[in-house]
Structure formats: structure tokens, C-alpha cells
């Protein structure tokens, strides 16, 4: 079974600083990806960076960079200089075997000015 | 093309009605997904298509809970004998079947908030 853990329920960070949310995940099969999806209070999501299990370098998109550690497996992600509009839920997902995407319990990040 | 379209965006029924909603997918993407998702929780994935054929159904799809993609395109979501314990915001996305593009994943609609009453 597939299961994907988010330890932080809530993070704080002052802007223009970094922030890492925690993302860790099981599975057995060797072909999987791992996603990040911001979801703001207007409640849509919005897809941020995607890693793919035999990716051999780490996923950055921008601010954003994915933390990949294989043997560990985690998958954090790592925003860069904050900004205030980067408040908003994040959710860690996995897909295995590229069938279907299944999700963390999320984190909720708030930007301090 | 405008993205995953959502159809209603909000819906108040009362408790025992039955109810259906709407999703429209991004024209080119051959996979649909429906999920359900409580507050200040993550989605939960409900089930898929690919084209026309239901791949997966969730253990919490109970048999109030019926979806179809008639010709691969748009899909339904339907709720029979809604419960209180339905009231819940009801995503849908779409992706292609393979990943392997950057930037490749679910296109997410602005989901269907149903509240039953």
C-alpha cells in the first residue's frame, strides 16, 4: 500500500526566508512520482514541482526545489525567499506506477511580513 | 482551452435528495480523477478514468456513489440518498496517462462544494 505522511500540520516562516515542509512516503514499487500541489484559501490547487523515482538530479521549479532522498524517502520541499502570498496549504502527493494520485494530510504555511 | 471546468460550483440539498455533478476535463488529457476533500484535510481519491473505463474505485465510493465518462470526455459524479456526511468539496482533474514532461501532472477544477442539509 502507498501512503504518503505530512508531520507538519502548520508552518511559520518570516518573509524573504527559506522554508522546508516535511514530506515522507512508503511504497514498494520502484516506479513512482512525487508532487507538490499549493491549494490558497480561494481553495483551488495548483500544481508546484514534480519528481520522478528514477530522476537522478532534484526537481526546481523557480523558488521551489524538492528535497528527493531515495533511501530515506522523502520528498521535501524547500521554498525560497518567502513571500506573503505563498501562505496557503501544501500537499505532498505520490502516483505509483503512474496510476492514480494519492495525497497527504497537508501543511499550512503563513508568511509573516 | 480553458482548463478543468466544474459544474455546479456550489450545492445545498437536503438530506435523502440525490445529486449529480459535472466535470469537463482539459480536451487533450485521456485520464479523469473525482476526489472528495473535508476541511483542512487532503483530498481523497474517490476514482479514474481512462477514456471511457472506470480503472479504480475507492473503498469510500459506496454504492450511493456512481461515476461515468460516457465517450471520454466529460464525467458525472452522481449521490444518491445524500447523507450529512456527504457535505464535502468535490474535485475533479485530468492528466495525460504517462508523466515524463516537466511540469506534467493533474490539472485540478475549482471543485463543486456540496452541502447537505
Known amino acids: 500500500a502507498q501512503k504518503i505522511t505530512q508531520t507538519q500540520p502548520g508552518m511559520f516562516v518570516q518573509e524573504k526566508e527559506a522554508v522546508t515542509l516535511d514530506c515522507t512516503y512508503d511504497?514498494?514499487?520502484?516506479?513512482?512520482?512525487l508532487f507538490w500541489y499549493k491549494q490558497p484559501s480561494s481553495g483551488e490547487m495548483i500544481f508546484l514541482i514534480y519528481?520522478?523515482?528514477?530522476?537522478?538530479q532534484n526537481a526546481t521549479e523557480g523558488r521551489y526545489s524538492l528535497n528527493f532522498q531515495k533511501a530515506r524517502k522523502s520528498a521535501n520541499l524547500v521554498i525560497s525567499a518567502s513571500q506573503l502570498g505563498d501562505s496557503a496549504m501544501y500537499f505532498c502527493a505520490m502516483s505509483v506506477n503512474n496510476n492514480d494520485m494519492r495525497f497527504g494530510a497537508g501543511t499550512r504555511l503563513t508568511v509573516k511580513p | 482551452d480553458t482548463g478543468v471546468s466544474q459544474n455546479p460550483r456550489h450545492k445545498i440539498t437536503k438530506r435523502g435528495q440525490n445529486v449529480t455533478f459535472r466535470c469537463d476535463p482539459i480536451?487533450?488529457?485521456?485520464?479523469l480523477y473525482w476526489y472528495r476533500q473535508t476541511l483542512g484535510q487532503g483530498p481523497e481519491f474517490l476514482t479514474y478514468f481512462q477514456n471511457e473505463a472506470q480503472l479504480e474505485k475507492s473503498r469510500l465510493l459506496s454504492d450511493r456513489f456512481s461515476a461515468e465518462r460516457p465517450k471520454g470526455s466529460f464525467s458525472t459524479l452522481e449521490i444518491q440518498r445524500t447523507e450529512q456526511g456527504d457535505s464535502a468539496m468535490y474535485l475533479c482533474?485530468?492528466?495525460?496517462?504517462?508523466?515524463?514532461?516537466?511540469?506534467?501532472?493533474?490539472?485540478f477544477g475549482s471543485g463543486t462544494r456540496l452541502t447537505v442539509v
Open positions: 480536451s487533450e488529457h485521456n485520464r
Open positions: 519528481q520522478g523515482s528514477y530522476d537522478q
Open positions: 482533474a485530468s492528466s495525460l496517462a504517462w508523466f515524463g514532461q516537466v511540469g506534467d501532472g493533474y490539472t
Open positions: 511504497t514498494s514499487d520502484p516506479s513512482y512520482g
